[in-house]
Protein backbone atom coordinates (compact mmCIF):
# COMPACT_ATOMS: atom_id res chain seq x y z
CA UNK A 1 0.00 0.00 0.00
CA UNK A 2 1.82 3.15 -0.81
CA UNK A 3 1.48 6.34 1.39
CA UNK A 4 -0.67 9.26 0.84
CA UNK A 5 1.33 11.97 -0.69
CA UNK A 6 1.05 14.73 1.89
CA UNK A 7 -1.03 17.30 -0.39
CA UNK A 8 -3.63 14.53 -0.42
CA UNK A 9 -4.00 13.93 3.40
CA UNK A 10 -6.16 16.28 5.46
CA UNK A 11 -3.83 18.31 6.82
CA UNK A 12 -1.69 18.84 3.28
CA UNK A 13 -5.27 19.98 1.46
CA UNK A 14 -5.85 22.70 4.32
CA UNK A 15 -2.88 23.82 4.90
CA UNK A 16 -2.20 24.13 0.73
CA UNK A 17 -5.46 25.69 0.53
CA UNK A 18 -4.56 28.30 3.44
CA UNK A 19 -1.24 29.12 2.53
CA UNK A 20 -2.38 29.81 -1.26
CA UNK A 21 -5.03 31.82 -0.09
CA UNK A 22 -1.57 34.07 2.14
CA UNK A 23 0.98 33.23 -0.33
CA UNK A 24 0.32 32.07 -4.10
CA UNK A 25 4.24 31.61 -4.17
CA UNK A 26 4.32 29.87 -1.05
CA UNK A 27 1.12 27.80 -2.04
CA UNK A 28 3.40 26.59 -5.02
CA UNK A 29 6.29 25.95 -2.79
CA UNK A 30 4.28 23.45 -0.42
CA UNK A 31 2.97 21.46 -3.57
CA UNK A 32 6.37 19.61 -3.26
CA UNK A 33 6.39 18.75 0.49
CA UNK A 34 5.97 15.37 1.86
CA UNK A 35 5.12 15.73 5.14
CA UNK A 36 3.75 18.43 8.18
CA UNK A 37 7.73 18.42 9.33
CA UNK A 38 8.52 19.58 5.76
CA UNK A 39 5.46 22.27 5.43
CA UNK A 40 6.98 23.95 8.74
CA UNK A 41 10.13 23.52 7.49
CA UNK A 42 9.29 25.46 4.31
CA UNK A 43 6.61 27.93 5.78
CA UNK A 44 9.72 28.41 8.36
CA UNK A 45 11.85 29.28 5.38
CA UNK A 46 9.44 31.57 3.31
CA UNK A 47 9.21 35.52 3.34
CA UNK A 48 5.79 35.67 4.90
CA UNK A 49 5.57 37.67 8.12
CA UNK A 50 5.60 36.39 11.31
CA UNK A 51 2.25 36.26 11.69
CA UNK A 52 1.29 34.54 8.70
CA UNK A 53 3.37 31.73 9.53
CA UNK A 54 2.72 31.01 13.00
CA UNK A 55 -1.06 30.63 11.44
CA UNK A 56 -0.46 28.21 9.36
CA UNK A 57 1.64 26.50 11.36
CA UNK A 58 -0.94 26.65 13.96
CA UNK A 59 -3.32 25.01 11.61
CA UNK A 60 -0.85 22.27 10.88
CA UNK A 61 -0.75 21.52 15.03
CA UNK A 62 -4.48 21.74 15.33
CA UNK A 63 -5.16 19.47 12.72
CA UNK A 64 -2.80 16.75 14.14
CA UNK A 65 -4.33 17.33 17.23
CA UNK A 66 -7.76 16.72 15.41
CA UNK A 67 -6.54 13.51 14.03
CA UNK A 68 -4.64 12.11 17.35
CA UNK A 69 -8.15 12.63 18.95
CA UNK A 70 -10.06 10.63 16.41
CA UNK A 71 -7.89 7.72 16.69
CA UNK A 72 -7.99 7.90 20.85
CA UNK A 73 -11.80 8.20 20.57
CA UNK A 74 -11.59 4.68 17.82
CA UNK A 75 -9.48 3.26 20.14
CA UNK A 76 -11.31 4.19 23.35
CA UNK A 77 -14.78 2.79 21.72
CA UNK A 78 -12.83 -0.63 21.00
CA UNK A 79 -12.02 -0.73 24.96
CA UNK A 80 -15.63 -0.11 25.48
CA UNK A 81 -16.33 -2.68 23.32
CA UNK A 82 -18.17 -6.07 23.68
CA UNK A 83 -15.56 -7.89 21.24
CA UNK A 84 -12.74 -9.84 22.81
CA UNK A 85 -10.78 -9.20 19.68
CA UNK A 86 -11.47 -5.39 19.47
CA UNK A 87 -10.58 -5.21 23.04
CA UNK A 88 -7.12 -7.27 22.51
CA UNK A 89 -6.01 -6.33 19.17
CA UNK A 90 -3.41 -3.70 20.35
CA UNK A 91 -2.21 -6.00 23.44
CA UNK A 92 -2.37 -8.99 20.37
CA UNK A 93 -0.24 -6.93 18.12
CA UNK A 94 2.34 -5.63 20.49
CA UNK A 95 3.21 -9.54 21.25
CA UNK A 96 3.13 -10.70 18.29
CA UNK A 97 6.09 -8.01 17.24
CA UNK A 98 8.04 -7.99 19.78
CA UNK A 99 7.65 -11.86 19.20
CA UNK A 100 8.93 -11.81 15.77
CA UNK A 101 11.12 -8.91 16.24
CA UNK A 102 13.03 -10.67 19.06
CA UNK A 103 13.38 -14.05 17.41
CA UNK A 104 14.52 -12.37 13.74
CA UNK A 105 16.91 -10.51 15.86
CA UNK A 106 18.12 -13.56 17.78
CA UNK A 107 18.83 -15.72 14.47
CA UNK A 108 20.12 -12.54 13.05
CA UNK A 109 23.13 -12.92 15.38
CA UNK A 110 23.69 -16.33 15.69
CA UNK A 111 26.94 -17.14 13.17
CA UNK A 112 25.65 -20.60 11.95
CA UNK A 113 22.27 -19.68 10.46
CA UNK A 114 22.72 -17.68 7.33
CA UNK A 115 20.16 -15.41 7.91
CA UNK A 116 20.44 -11.92 8.13
CA UNK A 117 18.08 -8.75 8.33
CA UNK A 118 18.90 -6.39 5.84
CA UNK A 119 19.26 -2.65 5.95
CA UNK A 120 15.73 -1.82 4.30
CA UNK A 121 14.12 -4.72 6.60
CA UNK A 122 15.92 -3.37 9.70
CA UNK A 123 14.79 0.39 9.34
CA UNK A 124 11.21 -1.23 8.35
CA UNK A 125 11.18 -3.34 11.62
CA UNK A 126 12.55 -0.07 14.01
CA UNK A 127 9.93 2.02 12.50
CA UNK A 128 7.09 -0.80 12.93
CA UNK A 129 7.87 -1.30 16.64
CA UNK A 130 8.44 1.94 17.51
CA UNK A 131 5.08 2.50 15.82
CA UNK A 132 3.58 -0.23 17.73
CA UNK A 133 5.45 0.42 20.92
CA UNK A 134 3.99 4.45 21.15
CA UNK A 135 0.71 3.51 20.08
CA UNK A 136 0.10 1.14 22.72
CA UNK A 137 1.69 2.63 25.54
CA UNK A 138 0.82 6.39 24.57
CA UNK A 139 -3.47 5.04 23.88
CA UNK A 140 -2.95 3.35 27.04
CA UNK A 141 -1.95 6.90 28.78
CA UNK A 142 -4.31 8.81 27.15
CA UNK A 143 -7.09 6.40 27.82
CA UNK A 144 -6.30 6.47 31.41
CA UNK A 145 -5.81 10.43 31.15
CA UNK A 146 -9.49 11.11 29.60
CA UNK A 147 -11.23 8.44 31.64
CA UNK A 148 -9.75 10.26 34.68
CA UNK A 149 -10.78 14.13 33.11
CA UNK A 150 -14.42 12.77 32.50
CA UNK A 151 -14.81 11.57 35.93
CA UNK A 152 -14.38 14.75 37.67
Known amino acids: MSKKKFK ?47 KLQQLIYEQQNKEIE ?12 DSWLSKNVRPLVLIWCICIFSLAGIVD ?9 G ?21 RTAEKASSIIKKK
Open 8 to 54: DTTIGKMLLGAAGLVSPTLGNVLQGVTSPKDAIAEITKSDLSNEDKI
Open 109 to 117: SIDTISFTI
Open 70 to 81: AITTRWEADAAS
Open 119 to 139: GLWNDTFEKVMMAVVLAYFGG
